[in-house]
């Protein structure tokens, strides 16, 4: 007899991709109004599952039940029909669209005479944003928004959809704290209105502050689901892994910084950036911590050439520089990890060969052809030393896994041998092992004299990282803080209020 409370059944699923097995005989169920967490190192099979649930893929073989009763998804569209939505991590949202055309896309109400009721649309949009508890005007371009609000967007399409189930890959990897709480905010509105939630995170810590449930998958399987209040953080992590002496960790910091390779003095690109000031030395890694919004990728951008400077000098090695675009500014040895690895770091339908040859195709030239040896010896030696999960260098960066996807974005920098790497959230979407490995990869590319600009949103990162954090707030730099007096209190307080609570007191 079936569980009433259960909405979504998966039994016994397969899914190969090229010879790989992907997902071998899993199980998994859902309960209405219930956050059900799932978990499990990059590549380990949980978004391949719910992109079945989806409709994205077809599984190669299992069952899927809906309220006891067996369906059939062939498509996103089947999906949508009986109540699933998919939050992805890279949102699809069309920027130049309002968010009510946003909201309706593909679904816009019409007049009996087949008009677009656009009214309807803004009624409807500002109702279904009103549950969620969020203040938006459906008449705004999407592209004016945040990221936080964007995300809030999707959820309100996913609730317009009437969606019983409502899967979020990774909905906190692009928010700050304040747009965190929001986000839980919203999550704790739709299990009161009975919705399931399906939440895939690599944010421990969320693991703990959201879930009814988890399920941990490793290497295409489940090998454990379990109540929250079963787990606790070192429990969960050597499921995970499958390890009982795995302890996550920050390397040790260098013993000293060398020369300065970056300082910029008094850099404005109005309206984001307002005279900012930073300095970062060979070995060691300077954290850049600040609220979203505050101008953390903005000052990157402004110093790779993207965004225009007011006014301010950028000196590189001691010598004044002002790169026109990042291709002069890679020539000049720097590296750039940027924020969106799919639209901004990587060529998704290239191979991981060519997208990690790519910045550094001209010292493998000659005459203007490869020399395809030793660019396949080069890439190979460094997919290596990242443990790039992957059947073969040629395999498509679009069919591997968030963290692997990650690595290779990084190890296009690794063959380039730069002086300053600016990485702007290295460890975005990548799972607690890949994410130590990518810290040592840091310290160890700091201990051997490069210059390390980090920027990142999770605090225990910044303050577990660097060597020096410099806060932002409001597009100006609100302090400067040594590893000894970053703490998590003292870098929300600058980044909340632009200074200390002393010295706000003191006023």
Not at 40 to 51: D, E, F, H, R
Request: glycine share 10%.
């Amino acid at each position: 007899m079936p569980d009433p409370q259960r909405i979504v059944e998966m039994r016994n699923i397969n899914k190969t991709f090229g010879g790989v097995r992907a997902l071998k005989g899993v199980s998994f169920s859902c309960n209405t109004g219930e956050v059900h967490t799932v978990v499990g190192q990059n590549g380990a099979g949980k978004s391949t599952l719910m992109k079945i649930l989806a409709g994205d893929y077809l599984a190669d073989e299992g069952e899927i039940y809906l309220e006891g009763k067996r369906v059939r998804i062939l498509s996103p569209r089947d999906a949508q029909a009986l109540g699933i939505s998919i939050i992805h991590q890279e949102l699809n949202l069309l920027p130049e669209l309002s968010v009510a055309a946003n909201v309706f896309l593909g679904r816009e109400p019409r007049s009996l005479f087949g008009f677009l009721t656009e009214s309807e649309m803004m009624r409807r949009s500002s109702e279904v944003l009103k549950r969620l508890g969020v203040d938006i005007n459906p008449a705004v371009h999407v592209g004016s928004l945040s990221i936080a609000q964007q995300q809030m967007v999707e959820i309100a399409r996913s609730l317009l959809l009437q969606a019983r189930v409502v899967i979020m890959d990774e909905p906190s990897a692009t928010l700050g704290t304040r747009e965190l709480e929001r986000l839980f905010q919203a999550i704790d509105s739709l299990k009161r209105q009975g919705v399931a939630i399906i939440y895939i995170s690599h944010r421990l810590a969320e693991v703990f502050m959201v879930s009814d449930r988890v399920t941990v998958f490793r290497d295409g399987e489940v090998v454990g689901s379990r109540p929250v209040a079963e787990f606790d953080r070192v429990s969960l992590v050597r499921m995970m892994i499958g390890s009982s002496t795995f302890t996550e960790q920050f390397p040790a910091r260098g013993a000293s910084a060398g020369r300065e390779v970056l300082r910029i003095e008094n850099l404005s690109s109005e309206p984001v950036l307002h005279g900012v000031s930073l300095s970062v030395h060979s070995g060691e890694i300077v954290g850049l911590a600040g609220l979203m919004g505050s101008g953390r990728s903005e000052l990157a951008r402004a110093i790779l050439g993207v965004l225009p400077c007011n006014k301010g000098v950028v000196r590189l090695n001691g010598a004044p520089v002002r790169f026109r675009s990042p291709r002069i500014a890679i020539a000049r040895g720097i590296g750039y990890l940027p924020e969106s690895r799919k639209e901004e770091g990587l060529v998704m339908g290239m191979s991981i060969m060519h997208n990690t040859a790519l910045p550094s195709l001209r010292a493998r030239q000659i005459l203007g052809f490869v020399r395809g040896r030793a660019e396949r010896t080069k890439v190979g030696l460094t997919a290596t030393q990242l443990a790039i999960r992957t059947p073969t260098l040629l395999q498509e960066v679009e069919r591997l896994s968030g963290g692997n996807q990650q690595k290779v974005a990084i190890a296009k920098w690794l063959i380039c041998d730069p002086t300053l790497l600016i990485f702007d959230e290295p460890t975005r979407g990548v799972d607690v092992l890949a994410k130590t490995e990518i810290w040592k990869l840091m310290r160890a590319l700091a201990n051997a004299g490069a210059a390390v600009l980090m920027i990142s949103s999770e605090l225990p990162e910044v303050i577990g990282m660097s060597d020096r954090v410099v806060v932002l707030h409001k597009g100006r730099v609100a302090g400067e803080l040594a590893a000894a007096q970053a703490d998590e209190e003292t870098i929300l307080t600058l980044a909340s209020f632009g200074e200390s609570l002393s010295h706000a007191g003191s006023n």
